[in-house]
């Protein structure tokens, strides 16, 4: 399992997230921005990988580190995602997306953030993931 398919399952409970589609619609993406795009707009990023160590080999439970950027044109539209975004991965936990089980998202830290160069501000949140492949066993 690679840590772009958690990314991918992690942008699909965003979209399919009717809070956040209202705002962002299908503007959900990983590791990098679509070039042209104005926000609002989400960046989901693997920021480092881990694979729990078993007594009985290879384990598979997974924890990488994630960033989520949050991008928007207005604090207010800020507030509502980075809400949207914390229930969604710390509070509505055991969710099966894409055949990978989510069992939890641990917060680490927050942070405002700036891209100069589009002069965008916004939010990161990063966290740790911890997940299962359904088809480890298959």
Excluded: H
């Excluded at 998202?105 to 501000?121: A, F, R, S, V």
Aim: contains cysteine.
């Amino acid at each position: 399992m690679t840590q772009i398919s958690i990314i991918s399952a992690i942008c699909k409970l965003l979209v399919d997230n009717a809070a956040i589609f209202a705002i962002v619609k299908d503007r959900v993406w990983p590791i990098i921005l679509n070039q042209g795009q104005s926000p609002p707009f989400i960046v989901v990023e693997t920021l480092s990988g881990a694979n729990a160590d078993s007594d009985d080999g290879e384990s598979d439970l997974n924890f990488p580190q994630i960033g989520i950027n949050i991008w928007s044109k207005t604090e207010d539209q800020q507030a509502i995602l980075r809400n949207k975004v914390n229930e969604i991965l710390f509070t509505e936990v055991q969710q099966t997306v894409q055949n990978i089980k989510i069992e939890c998202g641990i917060y680490i830290t927050e942070q405002d953030i700036y891209y100069e160069p589009l002069d965008l501000k916004g939010k990161r949140i990063d966290f740790e993931v911890w997940y299962r492949n359904i088809d480890f066993y298959t």
